[in-house]
């Protein structure tokens, strides 16, 4: 038998994306598809997604209080069978999210968004719906409302995102029965994160040491107590990457290509990022980064003085908190040649700073796993890191473990030794980071075996 799955998602790209759920969406289930599981991807159509070429699957209403027309279309693109849910009082709209005044109906949004999925997935006789971050969680709970026998799959991106509203919410979404503190209740308010830890067989998170880390207060945003009541059902699987879109070998948005066999290519990409980004310092410091507290920026902007003064340079990609990045930009006023900050998402330029790059710095405060030091690793740019998520995963050598400026400074400082000092182990380094593993097949292979254990749970449970 064939398993058949649906991944219900907010983003996936090429559509839309704001974060690292959109490259995660697309890339799991484009593997997935590669051994052999019929996935297909659910997501809301946003108002700036071109519907052209699609082709109109169903329609019906939902009801939130009110009743709600919706429509479903679907698209194939990369061997992907996409199917988008349109409601355009929900999600016409020019962004995804947001906190402004437009957005305060998101629980309405995801809710219709998940009831539509839901629907979907009992209708079509999908055997797992395979829920993601709480944009989507409500879909698990309206299938055990429906008494469906669809298995139920939930994996957690980013924990400190919980969809939390107020109580009274729970009425239009037909949820007053399970709004009580072993249901959807938390603290008060409904939260859609929750739904997805209580009423799914199988949790996942992004990475082992973050499915440890969220046992406790410090990475566990008040989840902590209902996830170790679900312990021996939460599984860490660490997160791949598109191997083919990253890959020096041919990547045509880096001037030249390189690999193991021969790093000459690596140099020319740094001098061509020093050009562009008129600095002159050597080693080249890069990040690229949300600008946000979570990504360790107030650590970053603490330990500059320290940093600069090793006579490096830093390049920092990236959009975010406008009072940190009014920091940094202070910094970069104060030292021209040797720091830039490029406040853009850019992804060619992406390429290009992680190909040019000599160290990767992520001081993140947590990180349930991270993407850029897998790209810089396999782009032979050395990470320094703090050991927390799957930065701890997947970085072996130049990590720090307490989130204090000396901390960083101290080791970064080890890794700008090593480069200049140790010529040798430096190329060992490289060498070593771009032989990883980190494509996404040996991470679906990890899902496939869960998906298995999920589906017979819930012919066993029969709930």
Known sequence: MK??????????????????????????????????????????????????????????????????????FSKKISGIRFIFVSSPVHFNRKGVYGEAKEYKDNWERFGIFSKAAADFANREKY?????????????????????????????????SYQGNFPAWTSRPLGLEEEFHPEGVEFFGKLSFLKAGIVYSEIITTVSPTHSREILTPEFGFGMEG?????????????NGIDTEVWNPKNDPLIRCSYSTENLSGKEKCKEELIKKAKIKFSPLIAMISRIAPQKGFDLLIKSLEKILALRISMIILGRGENSMLGKLKEWEKKNQQAMRVFNVFDEELAHQIIAGADIYLMPSKFEPCGLTQMYALRYGTVPVVRAVGGLNDTVDDFKFERYQSEALAETLGRAVKTFRNDKKKWENLIKKGMSRDFSWLKSAGEYVKLYQISMIRRRLWNL
Request: charged letters at 20%.
């Open 3 to 72: 398993m058949k799955i649906l991944m219900v998602t907010s983003e996936s790209l090429p559509f839309v994306k704001t974060g690292g759920l959109g490259d995660v969406s697309f890339s799991l289930t484009k593997a997935l598809n590669k051994l052999g599981i019929q996935v297909d991807l659910i997501l809301p159509l946003y108002g700036f997604i071109n519907i052209k070429d699609t082709k109109k699957i169903g329609e019906f209403n939902i009801f939130m209080g009110k009743k709600f027309p919706v429509e479903l």
């Open 226 to 238: 209902i996830l170790r009541k679900r312990r021996n059902d939460l599984f860490g699987v660490l």
């Open 127 to 159: 055997h797992i719906l395979h829920a993601n971050d709480w944009q989507s969680a409500l879909s698990l709970l309206y299938l055990r409302k429906m008494k469906s026998p669809v298995s139920r799959f939930f994996t957690i991106h980013n924990i």
